[in-house]
């Protein structure tokens, strides 16, 4: 009986264990409409439903900011912001997940709901630097809305222009001043590093140095 009761045990354990190990299939599909309306189903049936959510869970796929640097670079000239800025919404909005999918359905480094990012031409949300440039166009289109006012446009990215409008100024959303507090903290910390790996100096390799290496490049030929 004893005997009977371990092998169970360990029949009960083994199961737990192929169980826990085995991924979570979670089929969801969402239909945006045209007025950026988002219905989401398990079972669709109409063919205009997009699969959004293929396994869980899943993985973080991290990217460091470093890695980013040339595409922040890129859309950061291109729009007009300094990309110290562009890195700080990514860190408050997604901590540099470019599969990062919220509980509202945004999608990415800078978390774009499908409707936003179909009104920006990005293809692809879950590609960073589709989703960088859909991002940083936004900010800046929000910048430019709200007369270069940071705090409002940052407002306006978390919680919607209207809300910004409606009220304004920031809204009295506790969620939203709390991310653009959040985004000015990660900004000024971007901004300092910036400036301290750009002020370091430069030691140039002694004469003795730069001889050896011209002898051996010279000898190489």
Known sequence: MAQFSRNISLLLLSATLVLTAAPIQAEVYQYVDANGTISLTNVPNDPRYKRVTAELPRSRSIISDRELDPVIARHSRAHRLHPALIRAVIKTESDFD???????????????????AMRLDVRDSYNPDDNIGG?????????DRFNGNLPLALAAYNAGEQAVERHQGLPPIPETRQYVLKVLRYYRTFLTNDRLSSSRPYHAP??????RGLARSMASR
Request: net charge positive; hydrophobic share 35%; no cysteine.
């Open 98 to 116: 470019p599969q990062a999918v919220s509980r509202a359905g945004a999608i990415g480094l800078m978390q774009l709901m499908p409707q936003t």
């Open 135 to 143: 991002g940083t166009k936004y900010l800046r289109q929000l910048l």
């Open 206 to 211: 002694s004469p003795g140095s730069q001889g």
